[in-house]
């Protein structure tokens, strides 16, 4: 995996196989000259020279004169020891307490690169060596970190960049507030309470449960609700267990919600209505423009990094309570760079200090 927003121009470097090792040993053998042997072996000629200052090794010919010459099984097994060699020569190799720390934290605790290194500058934990983000990428994608590849990573590679559609108008919505109709705040993210919603999906043909997603936009905590069904019957379960939970802090807490025009959101006048207080209103529902997912991007985000425990094809049927109890407060504990390494529930925490919740849930 490479970061996105870099300045180093990115190589990729072609590595002599050990059947192209022969075969070079071959044409050598053969008097052709290095300019065509890189067209035969599609290598730049200072590819082919270092190869041969790799593989090169002195022999006595008929008449007993040294000469040097290029041996394929020779370059090769300088190669792999090179490669076995490579990690004790590099600079995080040196401090095994700091590997063995990455490793468990990207393998275990499934963190990111750039988590692990955020964590140990926010909590101050003391190595004896300090690298960057970008280079902990590069010594994970060219191998140099056992037991850590591109599998324990959360994207494989770049991001492609989708085309987004021309904005449309959801006939089926036209009564509801549309995303633009927020007030600035909810944009801007500058007040606490304002959540977008969705939901994953089982991808089974048969399987009809679902998460239900919320993602508050502030401090990008998360909540998780498992519904035996994309309908507005159980969102309007969901959205009401909520409000027994924190019933007069449920205005506070969600204060209004950005959803799509998916079927299970559209009677949005029945999930802004209080269950427990009658003729009030509990929240405000927006609504993203159809085929605009970017529109309502943290929660996007959000079921990417719920994906990584439930992948798609998953039977969502079979996935019991504490389980999902558990992928929200890991979500809401992992240390994310746009908080500044801090958590969803320490911002949260913060907050909390401000408002007696306690006073309202009474």
């Known amino acids: 995996m490479r970061q996105i927003k870099d300045n180093t121009k990115h190589k990729k470097y072609k590595h002599f196989r050990e059947k192209e090792r022969y075969k070079l040993e071959a044409l050598v053998d053969e008097k052709i000259k290095i300019l065509r042997i890189s067209r035969i072996l599609n290598k730049h000629p200072s590819t082919i020279y270092r190869e041969l200052r790799r593989g090169k ?27 076995s060699n490579r990690e004790r020569d590099l600079k995080i190799g040196k401090d095994h307490k700091l590997v063995e720390y990455i490793k468990d934290k990207i393998v275990n605790d499934k963190y990111s690169p750039d988590a692990v290194l955020g964590e140990i500058q926010i909590k101050q934990l003391e190595f004896k060596t300090k690298i960057c983000t970008k280079t902990l990428y590069n010594y994970i994608e060219r191998g140099f970190l056992e037991g850590i590849s591109h599998k324990n990573l959360w994207e494989r590679g770049c991001r492609k960049k989708k085309r987004r559609r021309k904005i449309q108008v959801c006939v089926k919505n036209r009564k509801g507030l549309h995303i633009s109709e ?43 609700v498992k519904m035996l069904g994309a309908t507005v019957e159980n969102v309007d379960r969901a959205l009401t267990s909520l409000e027994k939970k924190y019933k007069r ?38 609504f993203a423009t159809p085929y605009s997912s970017w529109e309502r991007g943290s929660n996007e985000n959000q079921n990417r990094m719920i994906r990584r425990f439930i992948p798609k094809g998953s039977d969502i049927s079979k996935i019991n309570e504490k389980i999902i109890k558990e992928i929200e407060n890991w979500m809401n504990n992992y240390p994310r760079k746009i908080l500044d390494y801090r958590s969803a529930n320490d911002l949260v925490n913060e907050f909390t200090k401000n408002v007696n919740f306690e006073k309202m849930l009474q």
């Open 182 to 224: 927020r007030p600035p705040a909810v944009e801007k993210r500058e007040e606490y309470g304002h959540w977008e919603i969705d939901c994953i999906k089982s991808g089974k043909k048969k399987s009809k449960a679902v998460i239900l997603t919320l993602t508050e936009r502030k401090t990008r905590e998360e909540k998780l």
């Open 249 to 286: 802090g449920f205005k506070i807490k969600f204060k209004s919600l950005t959803a799509d025009n998916g079927s299970e959101f559209l009677d949005y006048e029945r999930l802004q209505k209080s269950s427990l207080f009658k003729d009030e209103k509990r929240t405000t529902i927006y």
């Open 57 to 83: 090794i002195s022999r006595l010919d008929s008449e007993l004169i040294e000469k040097e010459v290029y041996r394929a099984n020779v370059a090769q097994r300088r190669y792999e020891n090179n490669i």
